[in-house]
């Protein structure tokens, strides 16, 4: 098994595979699309799904307040926050 960890293009690519399996138009987006308005859009309920499957992929955790900070970043900025998220995890042991 493979301790090592994903890196940032890993994540951002299951982002973007998580939004079109999600139904969202994935033609464009790259690390400066907003997960929010003016950017792929997503909604409140959407944001926490997207939320949800990265902690299921990746094996971090969201608390529900920060669902909505998701909308205010980019897809690069998300990416970024995973993989700091990833990597205070595997520097803790867990």
């Known amino acids: ?3 090592e960890a994903p890196s940032t293009e890993q994540i951002r690519a299951f982002v973007v595979s998580a939004l079109g399996a999600m139904n ?10 907003l ?3 003016a950017g ?3 909604e409140s309920l959407s944001l926490a799904e997207l939320g949800v499957r990265v902690e299921e ?3 971090v ?3 529900d307040d920060e ?3 998701l909308g205010t970043m980019t ?3 998300f990416g970024a926050a995973v993989a700091a998220r990833i990597g205070s995890a595997s520097a803790a042991g867990h």
């Open 1 to 3: 098994m493979s301790t």
């Open 24 to 33: 969202y138009d994935t033609t464009g987006v790259d690390d400066d699309t």
């Open 35 to 37: 997960l929010g308005p």
């Open 40 to 42: 792929a859009d997503l």
């Open 57 to 59: 992929e990746f094996g």
């Open 61 to 63: 955790r969201f608390d």
């Open 67 to 69: 669902a909505e900070l």
């Open 75 to 77: 897809v690069g900025e």
